[in-house]
């Protein structure tokens, strides 16, 4: 993998080889400006792109090209280019990863090695953990079907960055030129769109040759109730780990079966975290310096222009109160999601699996520093996805589980109110010990007080039920 992700950036030359006759070709190759890892060609070589590009075409490729770029220039939809999207991030996947490693349907052997491991796991977590499955299939999936199940999960998290972009676009000219630039702003959009469909594209096939699951980076990507693992990355990710792939299999089933119980019987949870991540979306300043460079020297015949300032980012955090309490939810809200999966999948799993620990301190490192695909996201959207404080929260969770046990742990999902704060991963045991409220019984009195006054029992009233014997002032011997 090269510095610049996903070979957006200055092709590479060929080796010399002598023949001074033989001119080098200007893409840098199959992998250069027009190569899969680039296939619109947009590059960086030459004063030209297109003419490099164009130049080493035969009829046919050329043909296409242009057709492409047509579909480009052409776009009137959202913000991004989805259907762009996948269609780069489905040929990303069939180059195969950096390693060799090519994209395969999966076999009936495999769906069962995935099947059986997925509802092993659901049987241990049912000891340490009093959420019940929340499985309601399991699939084992190649890297392109799990592009297609989680292409609505990335639409929902970059559209309100991407739309931030196309508005700016426009604002940043004075009203007096915004009328007269018109048509260049709308060409400029579409393109915006695209090439923001294209590198979206491009980081969901790579990230497609590194996930395990449908949960890895702390978001549900898949639908609900859908637990699902890729063969062949986690046969990749246990191949340099000197570890029994069924264990592997089975500590990744573990975790994947575990985040499927939070998001299935934590109701808000879902809507919670994209919510997170959609408010500190719509507080990112773009760069406005940045994007008027862009918009004054905007060439529709070089839109790698535009390329170019995607990739290298054209977001600020806003410094400001309200934006850093947002980013503060959000990460909390991932960390205490993959604190709590890691302190209940290695309960369930340190008595069973021989290299746990092992496994957990590996998972633990990989979603703290994250791959290449997620830098890529955090550029593209301006936001990190990774639990900053995953370590922390599963001490706390681990603290409260031998202090309330599992049902008081677990008993705190019931109610956004009532999780940890990130003042409570500072004093993990301040929280653990100081009284929670019962929101069950404060929901239960706010339903009671929602349907109004009740009518009082006959005895409130001073009046004896229907049925009472009337003794007329005798007592109970009938005097």
């Known amino acids: 993998m090269s510095d610049t992700p996903f070979g957006f950036g200055l092709p590479p030359e060929e080796p010399e080889d002598g023949d001074e006759g033989k001119k080098k070709d200007p ?178 096939g790579v990230l497609a040759g590194e996930v395990v699951g449908s949960t890895d980076i702390g978001l549900p990507l898949a639908p609900a109730g859908k637990a699902a693992l890729l063969p062949l990355n986690v046969e990749r990710f246990g191949k340099d780990l000197s570890v029994p792939q069924d264990e592997v299999r089975l500590y990744l089933a573990l975790r994947e079966a575990a985040h499927q119980r939070l998001f299935a019987h934590v109701p808000w949870l879902r809507s919670h975290l994209f919510g997170a991540v959609e408010a500190y979306a719509r507080g990112i300043k773009v760069d406005t310096s940045k994007l008027e460079d862009v918009v004054g020297q905007f060439d529709p015949s070089q839109p790698e222009q535009l390329q170019d300032a995607l990739q290298q980012g054209m977001f600020q955090p806003e410094d400001t109160p309200e934006q850093k309490a947002s980013l503060a939810r959000l990460e909390t809200a991932l960390a205490l999601v993959e604190g709590w999966v890691d302190a209940v999948v290695h309960e369930a799993a340190k008595s069973r699996l021989t290299s746990a620990d092992a496994l957990r301190e590996t998972m633990r490192r990989r979603r703290a520093s994250g791959g290449p695909a997620e830098q890529t996201f955090a550029t593209l959207i301006g936001l990190q996805l990774r639990p900053r404080r995953l370590r922390d929260a ?69 009046e004896e039920e229907p049925g009472d014997d009337q003794n007329d002032g005798k007592d109970d011997t009938g005097r």
């Open 394 to 462: 599963s001490r706390l969770w681990a603290s409260l589980t031998d202090a309330r046990g599992v049902d008081g742990r677990d008993g705190l999902w019931e109610h956004p109110d009532m999780l940890p704060t990130a003042q409570d991963l500072d004093d993990p045991d301040g929280f653990v010990h100081h009284e929670q409220l019962d929101f069950s019984e404060l929901d239960k009195m706010l339903g009671e007080a929602a349907k109004g006054p009740q009518k009082p029992a006959a005895e409130d009233r001073g």
């Open 27 to 204: 893409t840098g190759g199959g992998q250069g400006a027009g190569g899969p890892a680039n296939p619109f060609g947009f590059g960086a070589g030459g004063d030209n792109p297109f003419a490099a590009m164009f130049g080493s075409m035969n009829p046919n490729d050329l043909g296409a090209a242009f057709q492409q770029l047509g579909q480009m220039l052409s776009y009137e939809g959202g913000p991004v280019n989805w259907d762009m999207a996948k269609q780069i991030a489905r040929q990303t996947v069939s180059q195969g990863t950096t390693d060799g490693s090519k994209d395969a349907s999966v076999g009936p052997a495999e769906r069962a090695s995935v099947d059986e491991a997925l509802r092993l796991a659901d049987l241990w977590l049912d000891g340490v953990t009093s959420l019940p499955s929340g499985s309601v299939s399991t699939v084992a999936w190649s890297r392109a079907e799990w592009v297609e199940a989680s292409l609505p999960a990335w639409q929902q998290l970059v559209d309100p960055v991407a739309e931030r972009v196309g508005l700016a676009m426009g604002d940043v000219l004075p009203e007096e030129m915004q009328a007269m630039a018109g048509p260049l702003i709308g060409m400029m959009r579409s393109m915006g769109g695209a090439m923001f469909g294209q590198q979206i594209g491009q980081a969901v």
